[in-house]
């Protein structure tokens, strides 16, 4: 099982992106899915959450400009960026709760997609 992210880049501020992330491989379940990002020289943080029932979680930093959506089908997870600044810039790092079959629940990573925000 591997998290494949797509749809960073460069924006101006005020701008929008938004990051895709599916999970895929064989005969496995999903849990939460999510986004944290992490700034240079600082801590990773989570972005935003979604449960699989659809219950959803935001950074305080990001109420009201993201949204946070997915596709259980499609076993994909979607950030919408609106009203972007300067200080979103970071590498953005989806991550979700996953069972292989037979297995437990475990982490996963994706391997990083890089936004920058100009001023």
């Known amino acids: 099982v591997q998290l494949v992210e797509s749809g960073g880049g460069l924006v101006r501020a005020g701008g929008s992106l938004r990051l895709s992330c599916a999970a895929s491989?064989?005969?496995?379940?999903?849990?939460?899915m999510g986004w944290y990002r992490q700034a240079p020289g600082k801590q990773r943080e989570l972005v935003a959450v979604?449960?699989?029932?659809?219950?959803?979680n935001y950074a305080d930093s990001v109420k009201g400009r993201f949204t946070i959506s997915r596709d259980n089908a499609e076993n994909t997870v979607y950030l919408q960026m609106n009203s972007l600044k300067p200080e979103d810039t970071a590498v953005y790092y989806c991550?979700?709760?996953?069972?292989?079959?037979?297995?437990?629940?475990?982490?996963?990573w994706g391997q990083g997609t890089q936004v920058t925000v100009s001023s």
């Open positions: 491989g064989n005969n496995f379940r999903v849990n939460a």
């Open positions: 979604a449960s699989s029932g659809g219950s959803t």
């Open positions: 991550n979700a709760d996953i069972a292989p079959y037979g297995l437990g629940f475990r982490s996963y």
